[in-house]
């Protein structure tokens, strides 16, 4: 069996979007106004983990389909860099349907699509814990499909006799549309004080 470490290094991985939208429902934030290093320190600390580098994926709107988001997502991921923290971005695409209104008339509806994200979550994960980069990976998303790479990561903890965590913190409250983490990880449910303790009060948004 390997042997639990003394000093545990904790890496963090944010979906940035998958956060937000349950923080959204949970605590009725409308913006991504987390700070993620923030929120992976406070964590780290509850658990006695040292934390380390902070890894951040999103989607982006282009400033030609959404000025303000488009610019929002600019300034906001200039200044996590500026942090240290490292962010993976894909374009969004966008799919649009035709529908009908209640008068009957036909409407296009346009839909942003994010692609790709995930995968490339999934990919670090496993990467970056063959390369001995973490004792701890600390995933801030409720995806269920990510319940596949915990399954890979314990794998390669059997591979190198290493011992090896993986938590999923989660925004926790009553009016949470998701009470769960990710399978087979360690949950940690952050209620509204939690939360709002490691919010950034820096405001990105352009003006327009």
Known sequence: MATEPTIKYAMAFVDGQNLFQHAMDA?????????????HETVCA???????????????????????????WEKRLLHM????????????????TTEKDEA????????????????????????????RQWDVAVIFSQDQDLAE?????RAISKEQDRWMEICCPFPSGQN?????????????????????????????RPKL
């Open 46 to 72: 509850e658990h006695g983990w040292r934390p380390n580098l902070v890894r951040f994926y999103t989607g982006v709107p282009s400033k030609r389909k959404d000025a303000m988001w488009g610019g929002y």
């Open 104 to 131: 009957g008339n036909l409407i296009t509806i346009t839909t942003p699509q994010e692609k790709g994200i995930d995968v490339r979550l999934a990919l670090d994960i496993v990467s970056t814990a063959r390369s």
């Open 149 to 153: 790479v915990v399954q890979e990561v």
């Open 81 to 96: 860099k500026r942090a240290g923290i490292h962010t993976v971005t894909r374009p969004l695409r966008y799919r649009e």
């Open 27 to 39: 605590f009725g934030h409308y913006h991504p106004n987390y700070d993620v290093k923030k929120l």
């Open 176 to 204: 949470a549309t998701s009470k769960r983490g990710i399978d087979k990880t360690l949950w940690f449910q952050m209620d509204e004080a939690f939360y709002n303790n490691c919010l950034d009060p820096n405001d990105y």
